[in-house]
Nanobody, 119 residues
Framework: QVQLVESGGGLVQPGGSLRLSCAAS????????MGWYRQAPGKQRELVAG???????NYADSVKGRFTISRDNAKNTVYLQMNSLKPEDTAVYYC?????????????WGQGTQVTVSS
């Protein structure tokens, strides 16, 4: 089991920045993959940025060069630094963790945090 607690969402003007945090209830060394997804109204949930095994990172094309995912192993926390925000970044952002046990994958989600980019 993994509990994920997100924080850091809010209202920001276009061009502004926000940093999201996701605190995990267990060591992130024991988690196979972690990342951030988002879901805008009327759209499917999509991957924004994530770590896979071996600390490989991947980003959605729409956020490359603007968003940065990072982690603090001592705090079991993953961050998403979002710069140069655009109105189309408005969505609920979810932290995700995947744990693989005996070839069985278990997915866990945070409660979501709203990010609104508007003037």
């Amino acid at each position: 089991q993994v509990q994920l607690v997100e924080s850091g969402g809010g209202l920001v003007q276009p061009g502004g920045s926000l940093r999201l945090s996701c605190a995990a209830s267990r060591s992130i060394f024991t988690i196979n993959a972690m990342g951030w997804y988002r879901q805008a109204p009327g759209k499917q949930r999509e991957l924004v940025a994530g770590f896979t095994s071996g600390s490989v990172t991947n980003y959605a094309d729409s956020v490359k060069g603007r968003f940065t995912i990072s982690r603090d192993n001592a705090k079991n926390t993953v961050y998403l630094q979002m710069n140069s925000l655009k109105p189309e970044d408005t969505a609920v952002y979810y932290c995700h963790a995947r744990v693989v046990v005996l070839s069985e994958a278990y997915d866990y989600w945070g409660q979501g945090t709203q990010v609104t980019v508007s003037s």
